[in-house]
Nanobody
Framework: QVQLVESGGGVVQAGGSLRLSCAAS????????MGWFRQAPGKEREFVAA????????YYTDSVKGRFTISRDNAKNTVYLQMNSLRPEDTAVYFC?????????????????????WGQGTQVTVSS
């Protein structure tokens, strides 16, 4: 069992920055990959970024490349999403998720169904 708790969401103007955090508990954090997804009203939950347990694999969706950075601190059991140059279309509820597959120590996935545990989400609103 893994528990995930996100924080750091809020309201920001376009061009601004936010840093999301996701604290994990329940398993050896460094052994598995972590991902960030987001869901806007009326839309499907979509992949944003992922990082493997070893940090050897990092993956972003095209729309956030160069603006968002995913990182993790295995000593603190926490994964982060630094979001810069925010746009109104980034407005969504952001979820962190854990992929407990053995291979996720080295690899990442953008498939929602590959993630085993999810946080409750944190709202990010970007005003124009």
């Amino acid at each position: 069992q893994v528990q995930l708790v996100e924080s750091g969401g809020g309201v920001v103007q376009a061009g601004g920055s936010l840093r999301l955090s996701c604290a994990a508990s329940g398993r050896t954090f460094s052994r598995y990959a972590m991902g960030w997804f987001r869901q806007a009203p009326g839309k499907e939950r979509e992949f944003v970024a992922a990082i493997s347990g070893s940090e050897s694999s990092i993956y972003y969706t095209d729309s956030v490349k160069g603006r968002f950075t995913i990182s993790r601190d295995n000593a603190k059991n926490t994964v982060y999403l630094q979001m810069n140059s925010l746009r109104p279309e980034d407005t969504a509820v952001y979820f962190c998720a854990a992929d407990l597959a053995i291979g996720s120590y080295y690899y990442t996935t953008n498939r929602r169904d590959d993630y085993d545990y999810w946080g409750q989400g944190t709202q990010v609103t970007v005003s124009s």
